[in-house]
């Protein structure tokens, strides 16, 4: 169990780090794109670049039309920096001193029901604004994928549970 235990606090921390940096990169684009710092039109403004913060190197690409900007660009890198996020809760489950209980269940939960959810949530709403890409129902399968996977593990800690209490009141 120690190893899972490293493990899983090396795969926290790593989650962390990604869910920062898409955090960043939501919040430094938004600024970009709101105020023009640090950001490039290109072709007529028909393409912008969001530069590296106080660089003039290329970030992150996109096309320069607000539905796109909303939809393609901003809520993709938000909505990544919240799955990282709630990854690392999840990590973060396998590394306490007690495996079940019930905020690991609610980690758990919360977890399976974002990768249900929002991104079928989301290509239903954008397919109403922009016509989603095919890759948009590729995202919708393995999140759904990786839902199940965390359902099923929410299930397993919800009986762990169940018997750790049991056990409990016989001793």
């Not at 795969?11 to 600024?31: G, K, M, N, P």
């Not at 403004?45 to 096309?63: A, H, R, S």
């Not at 709403?125 to 099923?152: K, N, Q, R, T, W």
């Amino acid at each position: 169990m120690d190893n899972v235990k490293i493990v899983s606090r090396i795969l926290f921390y790593i989650s962390r780090c990604f869910a920062a940096v898409y955090f960043a990169s939501f919040l430094h684009s938004a600024i970009a794109l709101a105020t023009g710092w640090s950001l490039n039109l290109r072709e007529d403004g028909k393409y912008f670049q969001v530069y590296f913060p106080f660089t003039e190197t290329p970030f992150l690409n996109g096309d320069h039309n607000s539905a796109y900007i909303v939809w393609e660009f901003l809520t993709p890198l938000l909505l990544y920096g919240l799955f990282f996020l709630l990854l690392g809760n999840v990590f973060r489950v396998f590394f306490q001193p007690k495996l079940f209980t019930q905020k690991s269940i609610k980690h758990l939960k919360r977890f399976y029901l974002g990768n249900f959810i929002v991104p079928g949530l989301l290509v239903l709403i954008m397919s109403f604004i922009v016509d989603p890409e095919i890759d948009a129902i590729a995202v919708i399968v393995l999140h759904g994928i990786i839902g199940v996977f965390a359902y099923f593990l929410a299930a397993i800690f919800k009986k762990g549970l169940n018997l750790q209490r049991e056990q409990d009141l016989i001793i």
